[in-house]
């Protein structure tokens, strides 16, 4: 079993900036590929980004692209999503997963942490 803590989400107007942090414990975290999911209100959970297990590939949806950066720190069994130039389309609840079931970029993953919110005002 892995267990994963979100944390760092909250109220950005737009424009700004945040940093999610996402501590895997248990069973080892770090050799999983991670990625960072999302549900806005009203909509379905959508893959935002991952990133393979040594951190050398990373993967992003369209619309966060140039904005969003997610990293790893195996060491300290910590996945990161950078945002910046938030938008008020990106408000949604940022779920951590690592493991996914199919292919790295779609929304289904093994495990789940508990989400954090992030909300971006106009």
């Known amino acids: 079993q892995v267990q994963l803590v979100e944390s760092g989400g909250g109220l950005v107007q737009a424009g700004g900036s945040l940093r999610l942090s996402c501590e895997g414990t248990?069973?080892?975290?770090?050799?999983?590929?991670m990625g960072w999911l999302r549900r806005g209100p009203g909509l379905e959970r959508e893959f935002v980004a991952s990133i393979n297990w040594s951190g050398s590939n990373t993967y992003y949806r369209d619309s966060v692209k140039g904005r969003f950066t997610i990293s790893r720190d195996n060491g300290k069994n910590t996945v990161y999503l950078q945002m910046n130039s938030l938008k008020p389309e990106d408000t949604a609840v940022y779920y951590c997963?690592?493991?996914?079931?199919?292919?790295?970029?779609?929304?289904?993953?093994?495990?789940w942490g508990q989400g954090t919110q992030v909300t971006v005002s106009s």
């Open positions: 997963a690592a493991d996914p079931i199919g292919v790295i970029t779609d929304p289904l993953w093994r495990y």
């Open positions: 248990g069973r080892t975290g770090s050799t999983y590929p």
